[in-house]
T-cell receptor, first 112, second 112 residues
Framework: NAGVTQTPKFQVLKTGQSMTLQCAQD?????MYWYRQDPGMGLRLIYY???????DKGEVPNGYNVSRLNKREFSLRLESAAPSQTSVYFC???????????FGEGSRLTVL | EDQVTQSPEALRLQEGESSSLNCSYT??????LFWYRQDPGKGPEFLFT???AGEEKEKERLKATLTKKESFLHITAPKPEDSATYLC?????????????FGAGTTVTVRA
């Protein structure tokens, strides 16, 4: 079982460049999330999608956009990357019956 | 705003030396408190969900307990493979769509 798959795993960008992080889940979950993780700050929610066709802002949405392409896929786009967006990004999907988030392995982004 | 504070930030244990991690939270009505384990370079992995004060859950050497203001993760007779960062998260009553607020984590190192 693949679970939650994120690509790419590593990326280096220059300030002002754009890129899209891809996420796919094969567990038929309705809800999907994008978090960023920075040292000493824990996981912070960027955007989420409660179901196919809907997206909503989380705690730190500025500088990001998302697309829920279908039930399986939820992408995160940085239109003009800034050094403050250097972080580890995690995609997750939610299994309602157990109150359980399933995370991908993360995408490590460095913005120079 | 829901807040989660974990202590200590880091914990170094000798194999077999039991200890506890603390998670203090502030929420307007707790829907659920969650514990996750995160290994270096990996995404968080679900451990437990607790829903009400007095509830306890166990898994191997780990036991999670919940009061109205905090949760404890007890590690009994730890082994080196228990070394990881342990994350606590809460879902408050105002948080729809299963949005969780995470603490910064406690990094546990168990020496043989």
């Amino acid at each position: 079982n693949a679970g939650v798959t994120q690509t790419p795993k590593f990326q280096v960008l220059k300030t002002g460049q754009s890129m899209t992080l891809q996420c796919a889940q094969d567990m038929n979950h309705n809800s999907m999330y994008w978090y960023r993780q920075d040292p000493g700050m824990g996981l912070r929610l960027i955007y989420y999608s409660a179901s196919e066709g809907t997206t909503d802002k989380g705690e730190v949405p500025n500088g990001y956009n998302v697309s829920r392409l279908n039930k399986r896929e939820f992408s995160l786009r940085l239109e003009s990357a800034a050094p403050s967006q250097t972080s580890v990004y995690f995609c997750a999907s939610f299994r309602k019956t157990h109150g359980e988030l399933f995370f991908g392995e993360g995408s490590r982004l460095t913005v120079l | 705003e829901d807040q989660v504070t974990q202590s200590p930030e880091a914990l170094r244990l000798q194999e077999g030396e039991s200890s506890s991690l603390n998670c203090s939270y502030t929420v307007s009505g707790l829907r659920g408190l969650f514990w996750y384990r995160q290994d270096p370079g990996k995404g968080p992995e679900f451990l437990f969900t607790l829903y009400s004060a007095g509830e306890e859950k166990e898994k191997e050497r780990l036991k999670a307990t919940l009061t109205k203001k905090e949760s404890f993760l007890h590690i009994t007779a730890p082994k080196p493979e228990d070394s990881a960062t342990y994350l606590c998260a809460v879902q408050g009553a105002r948080s729809n769509d299963y949005k969780l607020s995470f603490g910064a984590g406690t990094t546990v190192t168990v020496r043989a």
